[in-house]
């Protein structure tokens, strides 16, 4: 009578993942071994320091205490080795530090991504463990409404020191502005946030300021740059790219004369086919694309003209609001061609902003427009690191110094002339 015949009851709330706790131990062996590694690495780089004696100067010197780092499986416990600097003084000791483990941290950084993503969508501070108990354990540490309420005011006391940085320092060729608006709960009317990002001389493009306000006003897009001006932005951008907001373009002008200005394609194709009956949309979407996909501006010209006669009998209002911008919807032609996909429209922030409206309308909103900005902000700040280059970076230098391009290539002919 041997036979174990005890059965564990699972206990309430406790959910038994036999998967999860392989995935955890795997991760364990892991991190051991990569740490190890590392310690290993560190050992070798010191090896040729040796004492007056003959013995090694850094050493192994046991390890750390356990700690429990937060991940998206659930806690891990890992255990970092330690080193010993036997000729160590007050003034120079060596000591091991890991990447892979940093000193004081608690939590993966997906999962910091994670936390303001969910408080800003509505959940409490309270409520963050047991949204995540199922994913992290039913006890997840770092998890508090301290803890929480701690992180938030990082996030804004963050975003503080990013709207005071000082731009005396940065460049932008291009840059692109529009705005978004967001409805938050607990607010009466939708909120506009004037969003610019600019491309560095080195082809990156950065989120480089937003104000908020009720509406795209001239008003609101001048106090904007006039922020911008004042932290030190200086240099004009050679172009700007943006849809028909009267009040920026007339607020540019006086901010950066020397500007020109680029109408987004996206719009304003857009704008032109809402004059159009649905039956007749796909058509002429297909005839406007044949402009702005045109290999140089005589070709373009001749594809707008052959639009304007086709359409102009029956959608005079159509052709009225394409033609009304016909010189700032080809200023692209005078601009290196690796560059017409990212000057045509100012996609980079439509692109950016409709992961922001998916969430934002899935979870009906932020709960106030303060929310709201840190959402925008901390969304748009872990977008950045994987927004797309510009191409053709080496044509970049060539506009800044002034450099002619005619039809996308650069003009040689005027260059031998002037010499």
Not at 167 to 178: E, F, I, P, T
Not at 322 to 342: E, G, M, S, Y
Request: glycine share 6%; hydrophobic share 40%.
């Amino acid at each position: 009578m041997d036979e174990n015949r005890v059965v564990s009851l699972r206990q309430k709330g406790v959910i038994d993942d036999p998967l999860t706790e392989i995935l955890r131990a795997g991760a364990r062996r892991l991190i051991a071994q990569a740490v190890e590694a590392e310690f290993e690495t560190f050992l070798t780089s010191n090896a040729e320091l040796v004492l007056s004696d003959g013995r090694q100067r850094v050493v192994r010197h046991g390890h750390d205490p356990v700690r429990a780092i937060q991940t998206g499986i659930g806690p891990v416990e890992v255990q970092k080795p330690k080193a010993r600097d036997r000729g160590a003084t007050e003034d120079a000791r060596i000591r091991f530090t890991s990447n892979i483990l940093p000193k004081w941290a608690r939590r993966t950084k997906s999962l910091d991504a994670l936390l303001p993503v969910l408080y800003l969508r509505g959940i409490s501070a309270g409520d963050f463990q047991e949204a995540l108990a199922a994913l992290l354990g039913k006890d997840a540490p770092n998890l508090s409404a301290a803890v929480i309420a701690r992180l938030k005011n990082e996030w804004e006391d963050e975003y503080r020191q990013w709207q005071q940085r000082d731009l005396s320092a940065r460049h932008y060729v291009y840059v692109w502005a529009d705005g978004v608006y967001l409805q938050a709960r607990m607010e009466p009317q939708a909120e506009c946030m004037l969003v610019m990002i600019g491309a560095t001389p080195e082809g990156r493009k950065e989120l480089i300021g937003f104000q908020t306000g009720m509406r795209e006003s001239a008003q609101s897009w001048k106090e904007l740059l006039v922020d911008l001006k004042a932290r030190g932005l200086s240099i004009a951008p050679q172009v700007a790219i943006g849809d028909g907001a009267l009040g920026f373009w007339k607020v540019l002008d006086e901010a950066f004369p020397t500007t020109r200005h680029q109408r987004c394609w996206l719009h304003k194709t857009l704008n032109v086919l809402d004059k159009f009956p649905k039956s007749m949309q796909p058509n002429a979407h297909k005839d406007l694309r044949e402009i702005w996909l045109s290999p140089n501006r005589g070709a373009a010209e001749a594809a707008l003209t052959t639009f304007a006669e086709k359409y102009a009998p029956k959608y005079d209002k159509a052709i009225e609001c394409l033609i009304k911008d016909r010189q700032t919807l080809l200023t692209f032609f005078d601009f290196p061609a690796d560059h017409w996909d990212h000057l045509r429209t100012s996609n980079p922030i439509e692109s950016v902003f409709a992961t922001v409206r998916h969430r934002t309308v899935r979870m009906k909103g932020a709960l106030s427009q303060d929310t709201a900005r840190l959402m925008v902000f901390k969304l748009v700040m872990a977008a950045s690191k994987t927004w797309r280059r510009l191409k053709g970076q080496n044509q970049l230098p060539k506009v800044i110094d002034g450099v002619t391009f005619k039809d996308g290539i650069e003009d040689v002919a005027e260059m031998k002339s002037a010499a």
